[in-house]
């Protein structure tokens, strides 16, 4: 069965104080993985997929990277705005159609 | 383009009586997603359509749970009757085919309360 697990649940963070969000995960063959944004009240927003390890991808202040146990994004110099809380997911070779298996997510608070 | 519309946006029912959600998919998605997002938790698949036809329904409670999406296009997934445990908020989320390239887009969802 596919397994995601994101750490930390909750992270504080004054405003520029970079930091990385860790997700790991077993998966019998990885199609992809994916990043999301969920601000509160709102459904999922889709920031990212990466396919293999050694993969990165960007955008404005988050970095996301693929290893083959794990992934992490990163948040450089973050701002208020990216208070959210990030969802991770994986999407496995062979499963039904193309579902997601999402972590339960780490809720980030960004201070000014 | 439009997105991913659910209604209604909450509802507050009392156990043992029935609920049901819509969902209308962005434009020519084929594939259609209902997902369970408990309080403080990650989204979970209930089931998911390809057209009018289930893909995998593997973790749909069956016995209180149903789901149809008639044409191909609109959805709606009902509960009957509801038990305190579903209170969540109820996903739609849809995609365009099963290619890699596919991430999946989510509506607002149905914030639902069971007393």
């Known amino acids: 069965e596919d397994q995601v697990t994101q750490s930390p649940e909750a992270l504080r963070l004054q405003e520029g104080e970079s930091s990385s969000l860790n997700c790991s995960y077993t998966?019998?063959?990885?199609?992809?993985l994916f990043w999301y944004r969920q601000d509160p009240g709102k459904g999922p927003e889709f920031l990212f997929t990466?396919?293999?390890a050694g993969e990165e991808k960007e955008k404005e202040r988050l970095k996301a990277t693929l290893t083959k146990k794990e992934s992490f994004l990163h948040i450089t110099a973050p701002k208020p705005e990216d208070s959210a809380t990030y969802l991770c997911?994986?999407?496995?070779?062979?499963?039904?159609?193309?579902?997601?298996?999402f972590g339960g997510g780490t809720r980030v608070l960004v201070k000014p | 383009e439009a997105g991913v519309a659910q209604s209604p946006r909450y509802k507050i029912i009392e156990k043992r009586q029935s609920v049901a959600f819509w969902c209308n998919p962005i434009s020519g998605h084929a594939t259609l997603y209902w997902y369970q997002q408990i309080l403080g938790q990650g989204p979970k698949l209930l089931i998911q359509f390809q057209n009018n036809g289930v893909v995998d329904d593997s973790q749909l409670p069956k016995d209180r749970f149903s789901a149809e999406r008639l044409k191909g296009v609109d959805s709606t997934l009902k509960i009957q009757p509801a038990k305190l445990e579903d209170s969540a908020v109820y996903l739609c989320?849809?995609?365009?085919?099963?290619?890699?390239?596919?991430?999946?887009?989510f509506g607002n969802g149905t914030r639902l309360t069971v007393t």
């Open positions: 997911a994986v999407q496995a070779i062979g499963a039904a159609g193309n579902k997601l298996t």
């Open positions: 989320a849809s995609s365009t085919y099963r290619g890699r390239n596919s991430p999946l887009h």
């Open positions: 990466l396919y293999s």
């Open positions: 998966v019998s063959g990885l199609r992809g």
